[in-house]
């Protein structure tokens, strides 16, 4: 836990030395110390802040369609704001903050009824409704896959999973939003490699993800590349 902790401080304090030199700015990073300002909550790493006190950023944003108090009621951007062009790159943006790509194997029965293994990728993000419902009906036109949304928490609060399940479906999304991209959570993009490798690899004779990532130029630059430990 103690080491997980580090690389999520040291991933932190990485990602707001790169904003600081886009922003050109001089100004500190504020160490947040877990056991001084969360002492109770174990769910909280080591992190570092990066705070903007900026009138003009302020109301760029605002006219975006942010707002104070936002998680519930998050909508989101329109073409005007977001176009078509940069969509892969804003999605991606967004699944860095609020996404998650899972690959993990499971026993299954075969037809003779022995016992082995598979290889299942997910892919998942978390807003509001509309904020999904809007993404997924801007994603379709370019990555002709199945999306579902579904409520993430019993209560009646605005909060629902984006979820793409599928390995074959989960490839064509993350190429969607990877294809183009040079700058992105390196955390995520090393799991993006490690998967990539394992569904290639996979001894199956109708392994249609093989078949894929060995047609698509962009994942055959990732095969048997090294991941980068963040």
């Known amino acids: 836990p103690d080491i997980r902790r580090q690389k999520k401080a040291s991933n932190s304090l990485r990602i707001n030395a790169i904003f600081v030199l886009l922003l050109k700015t001089n100004r500190p990073l504020l160490f947040i110390d877990r056991e001084r300002y969360y002492p109770l909550r174990k769910n909280v790493q080591n992190s570092y802040r990066l705070n903007i006190n900026s009138q003009q950023i302020f109301f760029d944003l605002v006219k975006t369609g942010l707002h104070q108090r936002k998680s519930l009621d998050l909508v989101f951007p329109s073409s005007e704001i977001i176009s078509d062009e940069m969509l892969p790159h804003f999605i991606r943006g967004y699944y860095d903050g609020d996404g998650c790509i899972t690959g993990w194997y499971r026993k299954i029965k075969t037809v003779k009824e022995t016992e082995a293994r598979t290889y299942q990728v997910d892919t998942r993000m978390v ?95 990732l095969l048997n590349r090294r991941m980068v430990e963040v």
């Open 127 to 221: 807003c509001t409704l509309e904020f999904l419902e809007e993404m997924k009906y801007r994603i379709k036109p370019f990555v002709p896959i199945n999306i579902y949304t579904s409520k993430r928490f019993k209560d009646k609060k605005n909060c629902f999973n984006f979820h793409v399940s599928g390995n074959l479906q989960c490839l064509k999304f993350l190429e969607f939003m990877y294809k183009d991209a040079t700058i992105y959570l390196q955390r995520k993009h090393s799991r993006l490699i490690e998967i990539v490798n394992i569904c290639y690899a996979r001894p199956h004779k109708n392994n249609k993800c093989k078949l894929y990532i060995g047609s698509s130029e962009f994942f055959k630059s």
